[in-house]
């Protein structure tokens, strides 16, 4: 992978929660965009061809795991765009249902801020490593 700062795109509908997870992540190395709702999140996943997604799953309009849906149906390019999720929803009904939609990480609310910058981390390393075709 190049060199370039890696482009995260966030999406939470709580702003305190998107402002400060998107300077922790700005801190640590990424370019960040944020999305308030899951209809801008789509937007701007077209238009900011971000290379890693966090999404929240309760949100207005459309929620995190319909985004996941749509961006895992029809992706933008081939290569391999990780998508975390960050939920409140922690029972393993809630991860079944992330990772039958192809989530690539799945964490609960509450975390620390740490757990959502390192779990980017992790997909950062990984994403060299994903072959076009989407295997390892």
Known sequence: MSDRALKILVA???PD???ITARKLREAGFK????V?????LVLFNSEEPDILVLDVNMPRKDGLEVLRQVKAAPASK???PVI???????LEDMRRGFDLQADHYLTKPCRMEDIVQA????????PLRTPSGSF
């Open 120 to 127: 980017v981390r992790l997909m950062a390393t990984l994403i």
């Open 37 to 41: 709702d899951g209809e801008d999140a």
């Open 79 to 81: 290569r391999w765009i």
């Open 32 to 35: 960040v965009v944020t999305a």
């Open 12 to 14: 939470d509908d709580e």
């Open 17 to 19: 929660v998107l402002a």
């Open 85 to 91: 999720i960050v939920s409140a929803q922690g029972e």
